[in-house]
């Protein structure tokens, strides 16, 4: 018989793991990802999904001693109003608290996020972030919207602060039904991560817009991912705002299983100094005449970004139009962006495209507007929102348009000069 030596625990991943032995709930369900955490650890550079972010430094600076977690157990939850006006405000710790509109229903469950598979496709035997967010005993919650049903107001979904903030939810959008979902991160979390896993149904000919709003703060770390089954004839459009967060981690994973499917994905990455944002995305086109479009906009004058974003068009998959770009503004020397876009197919008869663009501002475009009386400053800011303002307003909902354009003016506002 032999025995397999494990690689020594660092100090972070030493941390963690304590960290999540001390939530004191559910300890048996729990145990099964603790072990498999403590035996496989935090993924290394080597692993291709992580070659970008080395999860176990990056974790280990912001995982806070006990007193720092003590006081962050004690703490308060805080307020906020919702992004969107009218927005029925679904607590996933206490689903079934939240006053729904008609066709809606929400309950607690005691599901977890499967670890053991890795949608990603490019993580190892487990999946990091959902180990993590089972480890740590994720609040569970189904959110189901009938068939048929088109909901006026948004479902803003909140998982909850402090050392719970940890949760997994099931989503399931009837045939026809028409939804827009707001998942809020905010709010800092430090001396501990935040996780949440969301598992997203979309029925057949069913419309999803999916608003991503992280705006943690940058002593927080978050990992975050959001997988979708997309059926015949449905549309599902995501917007991705990352304004905050020390080190931030976000998934996002499709599988297009219905002909007529389409994915719309669009995002803005803002950063400044001290901060790590991760987007992996994959596109998985199983069947033919599917189409998807996915664009980020980056715009960094400080810290590290990544994006890893892949195309997979299997054998079959005939006339699958998909196309990728993620385009990054580079305003200052101690800032930088890593891009890696893919594309993997197997079909013969496809349109698919990817790209990847880094820059500063441009000089003649600067110059044309300062020619025009339009002082330096004020000249680079119109710039910069105009890079951005442009994958917004391809939402075309004026009043979610009008939400995130004050977002990312506040931030800029705050971080350009």
């Known amino acids: 018989m032999s025995v397999t030596e494990l690689r020594p625990r660092t100090p972070a991943e030493t941390r963690l793991i304590q960290l999540a032995e001390a939530q004191g709930e559910n300890e048996n369900a729990r145990r099964p990802a603790i072990e498999a955490l403590r ?15 080395d999860l176990r430094q990056l974790m280990g600076k912001r995982l806070g001693s006990d007193d720092a977690v003590e006081a962050l ?3 308060g939850e805080t307020l906020l109003e919702p992004l969107l006006q009218g927005s029925a405000v679904v607590d996933l710790d206490a689903p079934e608290a939240a006053h729904l509109p008609n066709g809606v229903t929400g309950s607690a469950s005691a ?8 949608p990603n496709r490019l993580d190892r035997s487990i999946d990091t972030v959902r180990a993590m967010n089972a480890a740590f005993g994720a609040a569970s919650a189904t959110i189901d919207v009938a068939a048929g049903t088109h909901l006026d107001h948004a479902l803003e979904l909140r998982p909850a602060t402090g ?7 099931t989503v399931t959008i009837g045939e026809k039904a028409e939804a827009t979902i707001v998942e809020r991160l905010d709010g800092g979390t430090t001396g501990a991560p935040s996780t ?18 992280q705006e943690k703060g940058l002593d927080s770390s978050h990992l975050g991912q959001l997988s979708v089954r997309l059926e015949a004839d449905s549309v599902f459009r995501l917007f991705v705002l990352n304004a905050g967060g020390g080190f931030v981690r976000y998934e996002v994973h499709t599988d297009v299983v219905g002909e007529g499917a389409d994915v719309q994905i669009r995002g803005v ?16 086109h199983t069947v033919a005449h599917t189409t998807a479009t996915e664009t980020f906009r980056n715009v960094v004058t400080g810290g590290h970004g990544v994006f890893q974003g892949i195309i997979k068009v299997a054998r079959g998959a005939q006339k699958t139009d998909a196309k990728m770009a993620c385009n990054s503004l580079l305003l200052s020397d101690e800032g930088d962006f890593s891009a890696k876009p893919e594309l993997e197919i197997f079909a013969d008869d496809v349109q698919c495209g990817h ?15 300062m020619s025009r009386g339009i002082p330096g400053d004020q000249a680079r800011a119109l710039l910069i929102k105009a890079f951005v303002a442009e994958v917004v307003e391809e939402l075309e909902v004026e009043a979610i348009e009008d939400a995130l354009e004050t977002r990312i003016e506040a931030w800029l506002e705050a971080n350009i000069r």
């Open 355 to 369: 790209g990847a663009t880094a820059g500063e501002i441009d000089a003649d475009h600067l110059f044309y507007l």
């Open 163 to 169: 050392l719970k903030s940890h949760a997994f939810t």
């Open 111 to 118: 599901g977890e996020a499967d670890w053991k598979t890795t």
């Open 196 to 213: 949440g896993v969301n598992m997203l149904h979309v029925g057949a000919g069913a419309n999803v817009l999916w608003i991503v709003d």
């Open 39 to 53: 035996r496989e650890g935090l993924p290394t550079r080597k692993v291709e999904a992580w070659h970008y972010t």
């Open 73 to 75: 157990r004690e703490s």
């Open 269 to 284: 990455n803002l950063l400044h100094a001290g901060q790590h944002v991760d987007v992996t995305t994959t596109l998985n």
